[in-house]
């Protein structure tokens, strides 16, 4: 997970709360994701941001808000916490390639495991 | 939606013995993407094939990619222990919004017993 930091490492909230994840990259990449995951469904994106100063929404955008502070970090931020935003969230990042946004190789980081009570 | 499905979901085998997942899709895509995910860490990329390439290799990982049945697999071959781990695959498909995102399936769970 060498280029991609996360904090915090673990979470746990009261249904109601709010927190921010934090993600920093020291690749000089374009884009940046974030995911979840929950057992038995793989990662699904939340929202990403193809360069510095621009955000899109992926596919669970609902109960997330992100902020692309910089190139190097990418937050995300739970208004309110529910107990089905317990999850596994990961943060990753990608040159971008020729094409576009998600066209070439992703770079984990090693997550944060929030549970929302 | 989870646009590339992993096929078996679970997968145990000795050591020394291939192994092979397998992945389909349902609309075209642009590149398919494997990773591999060891017990509570991030994911790790494998290989990347572009959807005008059939095959790839690298060390005892081959990926074939089949357009025309939306199908992908991969082999390890001569498995070791450390190969155990979660396998995932990402397809890469054009959005509605002119973005290329990947959407991962939920993965084969691979047991290389010693």
């Known amino acids: 997970n060498a280029g991609v930091t996360q904090t915090p490492k673990f979470q746990v909230l009261k249904t109601g709360q709010s927190m921010t994840l934090q993600c920093a990259q020291d690749?000089?990449?374009?884009?940046m994701y974030w995911y979840r995951q929950d057992p038995g469904m793989g990662l699904r994106l939340i929202y990403y941001?193809?360069?510095?100063?621009?955000?899109d929404k992926g596919e669970v955008p609902n109960g997330y808000n992100v902020s692309r502070l910089n190139k190097r970090e990418f937050s995300l931020r739970l208004e309110s916490a529910a107990p089905s935003q317990t999850s596994v969230y990961f943060c990753?990042?990608?040159?971008?390639?020729?094409?576009?946004?998600?066209?070439?190789?992703?770079?984990f980081g090693p997550g944060t495991r929030l549970t929302v009570l | 939606s989870q646009q590339g499905e992993e096929d078996p979901q679970a997968l145990s085998i000795q050591e020394g013995e291939n192994a092979t997942m397998n992945c389909s899709y349902k609309?075209?895509?642009?590149?398919l993407q494997w990773y591999r995910q060891n017990s509570g860490r991030g994911l790790v990329h494998l290989i990347l094939?572009?959807?005008?390439?059939r095959e790839k290799h690298s060390g005892r990982l081959r990926v074939t990619l089949d357009t025309s049945k939306k199908s992908s697999s991969l082999l390890i071959t001569a498995s070791r222990a450390a190969d155990t781990a979660s396998y995932f695959c990402?397809?890469?498909?054009?959005?509605?919004?002119?973005?290329?995102?990947?959407?991962f399936g939920r993965g084969t769970s691979l047991i290389v017993h010693p």
């Open positions: 990753a990042q990608g040159a971008g390639g020729l094409a576009g946004v998600g066209t070439d190789t992703q770079y």
């Open positions: 690749m000089n990449h374009n884009s």
């Open positions: 941001s193809a360069s510095e100063g621009t955000t």
């Open positions: 609309t075209s895509i642009n590149n």
């Open positions: 094939i572009r959807s005008n390439e």
């Open positions: 990402a397809t890469v498909s054009l959005t509605s919004g002119g973005s290329y995102i990947p959407t």
